[in-house]
């Protein structure tokens, strides 16, 4: 596996290797070894898939406290998927990255504590898998506004208006979020 730093400290890229001929391919997604070598989480209580259709767009989501890191990976079509800084303390606080996961590039993304995360479906039926280091808690959840102009980020939207759930379209700015030390 390689290991590819984002501009913002900690959150990085992971490629497996991919064994691939005309009959499919293998990959490793998680090899505790291998993951403690890199300097990345070994220990994962809970994981999680959704699908959806383009254009949807979830986040940008934090839990706080018991905040959750996340290794996230997509099986079947495509995301623009985004980390933002909410450390209050570090030098890159409310700085964002995003990178696309497919399933054709077969990339994950570690999304450390501390960093809220959110991802736009650019391909209907996409599933999206998450492995996370605590178990989620809908009453200690947290949404920033996707959209937030003092973040700013840059999503691929080519036209299209973001399809949002209920809970993200009543959601603050990251100036109004409690947010981590």
């Known amino acids: 596996m390689t290991c590819i730093e984002t501009d ?3 959150v990085v890229i992971v490629e497996p290797r ?3 001929d005309d009959r499919g391919f293998f990959l490793e997604s998680f090899n505790e070894e291998a993951f403690a070598a890199a300097g990345l989480p070994t220990r994962f209580v809970q994981d999680n898939h959704s699908r959806s259709q383009a254009g ?10 018991e905040p959750q890191g996340k290794l996230v990976r997509v099986t079947a079509g495509a ?23 497919s399933a054709a590039n077969k990339r994950m993304l570690w999304v450390p504590e501390g960093f809220a995360h959110g991802f736009l479906c650019l391909v209907d039926g996409t599933d999206f898998l998450y492995k996370c280091t605590s178990v989620y808690r809908p009453q ?3 949404s920033i506004r ?6 700013g980020i840059d999503w691929p939207l080519n036209g ?5 759930s209920a809970k993200d379209t009543v959601v603050v700015p990251l100036s109004a979020v409690d947010v981590f030390a």
């Not at 949807?56 to 406290?65: I, K, Y």
């Not at 299209?160 to 949002?164: A, D, E, R, V």
């Open 140 to 142: 200690l959840e947290h």
């Open 146 to 151: 996707w959209d937030d102009p003092a973040i």
């Open 18 to 20: 991919v064994f691939g």
């Open 160 to 164: 299209m208006t973001p399809s949002l």
């Open 79 to 101: 995301v623009f998927d985004v980390a933002v800084d909410i450390r209050r303390s570090s030098p890159h606080f409310g700085r964002w990255t995003g990178v696309e996961l």
């Open 8 to 10: 913002l400290p900690d």
């Open 56 to 65: 949807v767009l979830r986040g940008l989501h934090f839990q706080n406290p």
